[in-house]
């Protein structure tokens, strides 16, 4: 069975860092292309980062560009998104979430991970 | 490349057809997939490539659409289906895009 597992969130004032982890589990996670999409409280999805299998093609979204850094160790099949320079804009849940294909689809989402900028 | 949801919310009562339209500011081809979200859950694939039916998900909803012009169709509403309901196009991916969300409410 198919398994993200995310932690790391929490409370962390303006101007701080946090760094997410996205276990996984049941599959080849180096095979898999993964996200990180957040959702604000009460708001619709957004795409943060996205990171290949190997790890050598990285992207990342105007918002979080020079602040966010996405990894993975293949060896740990474990998925990580550094967050530094929070802004309360960052207040969100955010959710790994694994890409398949071609087509391409992303079918596999964790159960998300609160993350809360606040002084 | 944007996408316009529309409704943006609806309300409907069980046993009804609904039908979410998704617009894409330029043609996507058939990347686009459609997710339903629950209050607390993460989102939950339900059809991808615009038409094809994700495995497990029940054959009430079905996808159609090419271009820029997508729907999503709930042919009898069941009370599970309330939810939130987003369309995600992959066609420029990465990055990826979503609908700003229909929410479907019970009448």
């Known amino acids: 069975e198919v398994q993200l597992v995310e932690s790391g969130g929490g409370l962390v004032q303006p101007g701080g860092s946090l760094r997410l982890s996205c276990a996984a589990s049941g599959f080849t996670f180096s095979s898999y292309e993964m996200n990180w999409v957040r959702q604000a409280p009460g708001k619709g999805l957004e795409w943060v980062s996205y990171i290949s299998s190997s790890g050598s093609t990285i992207y990342y979204a105007d918002s979080v560009k020079g602040r966010f850094t996405i990894s993975r160790d293949n060896a740990k099949n474990s998925l990580y998104l550094q967050m530094n320079s929070l802004r309360a804009e960052d207040t969100a849940v955010y959710y790994c979430a694994r890409a398949s294909g071609p087509p391409v689809i992303v079918d596999y989402w964790g159960q998300g991970t609160l993350v809360t900028v606040s002084s | 490349i944007q996408l316009t949801q529309s409704p943006s919310s609806l309300s409907a009562s069980v046993g009804d057809r609904v039908t979410i339209t998704c617009r894409a500011s330029q043609g996507i081809s058939s990347y686009l997939a459609w997710y339903q979200q629950k209050p607390g859950k993460a989102p939950k694939l339900l059809i991808y490539a615009a038409s094809t039916l994700q495995s497990g998900v029940p054959s009430r909803f079905s996808g159609s659409g090419s271009g820029t012009d997508f729907t999503l169709t709930i042919s009898s509403l069941q009370p599970e289906d309330f939810a939130t309901y987003y369309c995600?196009?992959?066609?420029?991916?990465?990055?990826?895009?979503f609908g700003q969300g229909t929410r479907l409410e019970i009448k």
């Open positions: 995600q196009q992959l066609n420029s991916y990465p990055p990826i895009t």
